[in-house]
T-cell receptor
Framework: DQQVKQNSPSLSVQEGRISILNCDYTNSMFDYFLWYKKYPAEGPTFLISISSIKDKNEDGRFTVFLNKSAKHLSLHIVPSQPGDSAVYFC?????????????FGTGTRLTIIP | DGGITQSPKYLFRKEGQNVTLSCEQNLNHDAMYWYRQDPGQGLRLIYY???????QKGDIAEGYSVSREKKESFPLTVTSAQKNPTAFYLC??????????????FGEGSRLTVL
């Protein structure tokens, strides 16, 4: 059962425009939601996160929005740059007193067109 | 430098052979995780350990085994019972503070190919 879903396998965006990556989840017990960026043959790197009690978190060009009623979050990248081309994974974390684990979505490949 | 190291980066194995992937961290963190990445399937949790001498199965533990005899080491053995072992394997440990928020620090990964 896929608890974290990314329904768009790929996305292409013109350089300088906004990139919007989407993610849906099913488990309302998640405490944090995170976005990771991954290049081929490398480990993912943490990008930005949001607590389940917030609805927005911003870090430079990256903003994550959380809509708990819809169980939906999105990552906005403005403006998009060629170096942003990578696979982006949405992930969810539940603090569970010694049983914590990170659940990932299937990823969205973002391509920034110069 | 503090970090997490996986080895080998590339590994080839014949069918029926067991292989062990190494993961070492010098961040002095308790928790360590093993994930597997396949195209179109994201990262799936194999095993995780919250403390030395203890570990738990993740979502796809069948055909794998782990040990956690030392805090800094969490090796993963891919056994001959694993039906589709060809994949990219990733080890992780929480960043500082990440144990509460899910911010994990990943190694560079090990690509296993079964011939």
């Amino acid at each position: 059962d896929q608890q974290v879903k990314q329904n768009s396998p790929s996305l292409s965006v013109q350089e300088g425009r906004i990139s919007i990556l989407n993610c849906d989840y099913t488990n309302s017990m998640f405490d944090y939601f995170l976005w990771y960026k991954k290049y081929p043959a490398e480990g993912p790197t943490f990008l930005i996160s949001i607590s389940s009690i917030k609805d927005k978190n911003e870090d430079g060009r990256f903003t994550v929005f959380l809509n708990k009623s819809a169980k939906h979050l999105s990552l906005h990248i403005v403006p998009s740059q060629p170096g942003d081309s990578a696979v982006y994974f949405c992930a969810a974390w539940r603090t569970n007193f010694g049983n914590e684990k990170l659940t990932f979505g299937t990823g969205t490949r973002l391509t920034i067109i110069p | 430098d503090g970090g997490i190291t996986q080895s080998p980066k590339y590994l080839f194995r014949k069918e029926g052979q067991n292989v062990t992937l190494s993961c070492e961290q010098n961040l002095n963190h308790d928790a360590m995780y093993w994930y597997r990445q396949d195209p179109g399937q994201g990262l799936r949790l194999i095993y995780y350990s919250q403390i030395v001498n203890d570990f738990q199965k993740g979502d796809i533990a069948e055909g794998y085994s782990v040990s956690r005899e030392k805090k800094e080491s969490f090796p993963l053995t891919v056994t001959s019972a694993q039906k589709n072992p060809t994949a990219f394997y990733l080890c992780a440990t929480p960043s500082s503070g990440g144990a509460m928020t899910g911010e994990l620090f990943f190694g560079e990964g090990s690509r296993l190919t079964v011939l």
